[in-house]
Each structure stands twice: as C-alpha cells, then as structure tokens.
C-alpha cells in the first residue's frame, strides 16, 4: 500500500452499521496519510452496539466534489435506511456522475440500487443482495472483492483485507 497524502474520504453511514465496516477501512485510510470524514443524515453521532462515532458532516451539507472517494460499509439496519434517505442518495449518485471512486461492501449496496448507478456493472455483495442487484441491471458474481471502474465491492468483514487494499490502490492510481 502507499501513502495517500491529501486525499479526504468520506464514509456515509446512519444508526446500526457494522462496526467492522466502517474501522477497519477507516483505519487505513487514516494510517495511508487520508482523510476520513464521517457524513451522515444524524447530527451528533451514530452508533452500532458498542461502537459510535461522532458525524463530521450532515450529508446535506455534503458535496461530492470536495471528496477524492467514498466508502459505504454495511450492517442490515444502517443500509436500509441509508437507502431511504433522498441526501444519501443524491449524495452517492454524485460520486458516479463525477466518476470517482466508491467503495461498497456487504449491505451497502442497497444504496447503489436507489442511486440507479449498477446497471451494467460487476460487482459483488453480501449474497442476500444478488437478486436486489441483479433485478437493477448489475452483473453480480460471489467474489471477495470486485473492481469495476471507479466502483470497488465486496461481500462480508471477512473480505475486509482485499477491499481496505483496493481502496488505498484506487486512490494511489489517481495520483
């Protein structure tokens, strides 16, 4: 991995994301020189179980074009709900219509279908989303880690490793 000096990444998460998720490639972001910055439609702070973080931005105050990349970690109840929310959405949808990385895994591909971004993509996710993703037009294959484009996916906290690494390889390559 190399260092991605500069670089402000934003992590788009509500109420019950997995914890993993949203650490782990926070954490190496952070550890690459990054800057990760947590949009979210709560105000203060959210929480999954033992883990809360405090939100950096609201997300309809957020741009796209003042960030190089987007994460959306997972957790059943925080992808459903992302989902629902229109500034998510719009939010997410502009990170493809500026072509930038975004970076998706488990759950959070759901968003991907509201933001109407799939069709004709590879990609891959937490298996209960094949049909989800498949019914939108994207092309899904059970696989640790899927790059399509600007578009990097994975399934489980188990894929972790393989998805952190295409993150920081992605942001390297823009360079």
Not at 44 to 65: C, F, I, M, N, P
Request: hydrophobic residues 35%.
């Amino acid at each position: 991995m190399s260092d991605i000096q500069g670089r402000r990444i934003a992590f788009l998460v509500t109420n019950g994301y997995e914890p993993s998720e949203l650490t782990s490639p926070w954490d190496t972001v952070t550890d690459q020189g990054g800057e990760a910055v947590l949009v979210s439609p709560e105000s203060d702070k959210v929480s999954s179980g033992d883990h809360s973080q405090k939100v950096d931005l609201h997300v309809a105050e957020a741009k796209a074009e003042d960030f190089d990349a987007l994460v959306l970690p997972g957790g059943t109840k925080n992808a459903d709900k992302i989902r629902m929310d229109q500034d998510s959405v719009n939010f997410t949808r502009a990170f493809f219509d500026a072509n930038k990385t975004v970076a998706s895994i488990c759950h959070a591909a759901w968003i991907l279908t509201e933001a109407d971004v799939v069709k004709d993509r590879n990609m891959t996710s937490y298996p209960s989303l094949q049909t989800d993703l498949r019914n939108a037009g994207a092309n899904w294959s059970d696989e640790e880690l899927v790059v399509d484009g600007n578009l990097i996916t994975s399934r489980t906290p188990d894929d972790l490793p393989a998805f952190n690494e295409a993150i920081i390889n992605k942001l390297t390559e823009e360079n």
